[in-house]
Nanobody, 123 residues
Framework: VQLQASGGGLVQAGDSLGLSCVAS????????LGWFRQAPGKQREFMAA????????SYADSVKGRFTISRDNAKNTVYLQMNSLKPEDTAVYYC?????????????????WGQGTQVTVSS
């Protein structure tokens, strides 16, 4: 499975931004997809996850109500819509795929990773 994330950029606080992640290859192996982020000097942090078939979602408390994860199975794409962005949301955002359908917040449980896309929020 290969994952290609896109959509990052430079925005101002309060703005919205949408990220996309296209999966290719052996996509039938995907049970769930997640978004993580990593800021300089910090550990990779779970943002949101969604099951590939049923669309069940899970969010980190820090983004609940501001970020929305969704997927389009026909396009093999998972999205992360980010609203009311804050400077502390600045990070490299990664999409990841898990062969398990059980949603996980732990990065070590994900089997495949995209290359990351930079999101910078200015104050």
């Amino acid at each position: 499975v290969q994952l290609q994330a896109s959509g990052g950029g430079l925005v101002q606080a309060g703005d919205s931004l949408g990220l996309s992640c296209v999966a290719s290859g052996l996509t039938f192996r995907i049970g769930a997809l997640g978004w993580f982020r990593q800021a300089p000097g910090k550990q990779r942090e779970f943002m949101a996850a969604i099951t590939w078939s049923g669309g069940v979602t899970s969010y980190a408390d820090s983004v609940k109500g501001r970020f929305t994860i969704s997927r389009d199975n026909a396009k093999n794409t998972v999205y992360l819509q980010m609203n009311s962005l804050k400077p502390e949301d600045t990070a490299v955002y990664y999409c990841a795929a898990d062969r398990s359908r059980i949603l996980s917040i732990h990065s070590y449980e994900y089997d495949y990773w995209g290359q990351g896309t930079q999101v910078t929020v200015s104050s």
